[in-house]
């Protein structure tokens, strides 16, 4: 019997990631960079973020063909100072940038103990904690932030001026997996809403607000002429203007306000900054930091918190490796029609 429209079809990590690296490259990037894409969109899939997976591939594909983002840049690396790395992403993608940047950024914080990355002229579309997961696997801590397009009123405004505004942060421990967060400093991320959209869900109170500026459940109100609200008030809305300065302002990239992609019919990447910034954690501290985070998280254990930050994805991970990685084999036949085959 023919599987329907909706049935699962499992694909293997490597697949997945071949298949979305013939997409983007059949829709004008470099190999090099299809590769580097596509190993971060099937690993989001993979780890169970939905909103960042190959549900992203239709709004990459819509901003290469705009001509609002170059899929061919070759970043420019800059070594300005002895623990600062800037990077010039030539209007592509952020994830390439820090690729090229990252043999640099290693060698800085092994010598000096801490590093910082800059990225400017990038665009980012995907979620953040595999930019930082892989560092703290080497031992380092990691931090970075990423600004995006108006889509947040800020506390006590009356219309939108950040952008969702992720912060991500990564932490290696003595024993398991990575200590990792990714948030966005809005009440949900733009992604989710989108995906609510296409559901027919309504969201929670609190998280938007409609063309008119008045609270709505509707994620489609929110997407058409609507905003986002920060979370926790003005405190979220403080960490969202404090992700413009570091991701914007210190990098030399556009605040979430300032480029203009009018005249690109289809874009959705944001043509903003990032940074990022390494630790090496025993530097500060006579005992072992991974050892020390031990130490915390078995007192959060007793104090009732079970669930660190990341074990949701690595339990799906592992999931996915044993089965393989679920997709409908009507989104599936799609991945393949556009990657030609």
Same mark, same amino acid.
Do not use: K
């Given at each position: 019997m023919q599987a329907s429209h909706s049935d699962p079809i499992h694909l293997s990590f490597n697949e997945l990631r071949d298949l979305l690296a013939s997409i983007f490259e059949r829709h004008g990037t470099s190999a090099q960079v299809a590769a580097t894409l596509a190993d971060n969109c099937a690993a989001a899939q993979r780890d169970g973020s939905d909103s960042h997976g190959v549900f992203r591939i239709p709004g990459y594909l819509s901003s290469l063909g705009s001509g609002w983002v170059n899929g061919r840049a070759e970043p420019k690396v800059e070594d300005v100072a002895p623990s600062f790395v800037r990077v010039d992403a030539g209007g592509g993608f952020a994830q390439p940038a820090l690729a090229a940047a990252r043999e640099l950024l290693l060698a800085k914080v092994r010598e000096s103990g801490i590093a910082l990355l800059a990225i400017r002229n990038s665009h980012h579309f995907a979620a953040l904690w595999p930019d930082v997961e892989p560092f703290a696997r080497e031992g380092l801590v990691? +931090? /970075? #932030?990423?600004? @995006?397009? &108006?889509?947040?009123?800020?506390?006590?405004?009356? @219309?939108?001026? #950040?952008? &969702?505004?992720?912060i991500a942060f990564a932490a290696p421990r003595g024993q398991g997996d990575p200590l990792v967060f990714d948030l966005a400093t809005s009440a949900i991320a733009n992604g989710d809403v989108q995906i609510a959209a296409r559901e027919g869900k309504q969201l929670p109170e609190g998280f938007g607000v409609d063309a008119q500026g008045q609270p709505t459940r509707d994620p489609k109100a929110i997407l058409d002429g609507g905003a986002l609200l920060p979370f926790g008030g003005y405190k979220g809305s403080a960490l969202s203007m404090m992700v413009e300065l570091l991701a914007a302002a210190l990098t030399g990239g556009n605040? /979430?306000?300032? #480029?203009?992609? @009018?005249?690109h019919p289809g874009a959705q990447t944001p043509w903003t900054g990032q940074l990022l910034i390494l630790i090496d954690p025993d530097?500060?501290? /006579?005992? @072992? #930091?991974?050892?020390?985070?031990? &130490? +915390?998280?078995?007192?959060?254990?007793e104090a009732g918190q079970d669930r660190q930050p990341g074990d949701r994805r690595y339990r799906q991970r592992a999931r996915a490796e044993v089965e393989g990685i679920a997709l409908p084999?009507?989104?599936l036949a799609k991945l393949r029609a556009l990657a030609g085959l």
């Open positions: 990691a +931090l /970075s #932030f990423v600004n @995006s397009m &108006t889509s947040v009123v800020p506390h006590g405004g009356h @219309s939108a001026l #950040f952008g &969702t505004n992720p605040f /979430s306000f300032e #480029f203009d992609w @009018s005249g530097r500060g501290a /006579s005992r @072992s #930091f991974a050892e020390r985070c031990e &130490t +915390l998280i078995a007192r959060m254990a084999a009507g989104e």
